[in-house]
T-cell receptor
């Protein structure tokens, strides 16, 4: 079983739509959770961290369910510029803390005019 | 946020040559840097963890003699792909984690696109 699983998409949505992405992780020792955004042929960029209480940043809302080992990202009022691949990322912090991030394969979003 | 640079941005080389990629943290110190590789339409795969002043830790299946990592200072790690072959063509990305404060946030370099002919 893969450590971080995401629906690869693509999700094709019209401008203004609300879209949600889901992600599951297999290691219950995972301690930190993130959504990254990656544009074509570019490096990943941190979109937001995900907290147990849920957190919101403008049009983006992230939720974490530790019991189900499930993370979600909701994008409201989609813009053309939101078109990208969204990566679900977890970190299993152990000991010294020098543990790398584990990436999902990403979910591709295309927002259409 | 913190800035990580990579050099070169892209490189095309002949099969059998060696290519060195530099990763620098520009405005912070990074005891630990990570090297990833991404093939088209695939996720980032960790190759190795680079620790300043000590040997790198390689992931299973990554040849340490082929992918040489040197982390000589708190702001610079290098990855050398030795005797590159076409199957080594990929997008190589480094990331760095701040030494102080200790957080889980990693900052990524812009990546290096390697094409081996």
């Amino acid at each position: 079983r893969k450590e971080v699983e995401q629906d690869p998409g693509p999700f094709n949505v019209p401008e203004g739509a609300t879209v949600a992405f889901n992600c599951t992780y297999s290691n219950s020792a995972s301690q930190s959770f993130f959504w990254y955004r990656q544009d074509c042929r570019k490096e990943p960029k941190l979109l937001m961290s995900v907290y147990s209480s849920g957190n919101e940043d403008g049009r983006f809302t992230a939720q974490l369910n530790r019991a189900s080992q499930y993370i979600s990202l909701l994008i409201r009022d989609s813009k053309l510029s939101d078109s990208a691949t969204y990566l679900c990322v977890v970190n299993i912090r152990e000991g010294s803390g020098n543990t790398p991030l584990v990436f999902g394969k990403g979910t591709r979003l295309s927002v259409i005019a | 946020g913190a800035v990580v640079s990579q050099h070169p941005s892209w490189v095309i080389c002949k099969s059998g040559t060696s290519v060195k990629i530099e990763c620098r943290s520009l405005d912070f110190q990074a005891t630990t840097m990570f090297w990833y590789r991404q093939f088209p339409k695939q996720s980032l795969m960790l190759m190795a963890t680079s620790n300043e002043g000590s040997k790198a830790t390689y992931e299973q299946g990554v040849e340490k003699d082929k992918f040489l990592i040197n982390h000589a200072s708190l702001t610079l790690s290098t990855l050398t792909v030795t005797s590159a072959h076409p199957e080594d063509s990929s997008f190589y990305i480094c990331s760095a984690r701040e030494t102080v404060p200790v957080t889980d946030t990693q900052y990524f370099g812009p990546g290096t696109r390697l094409t081996v002919l």
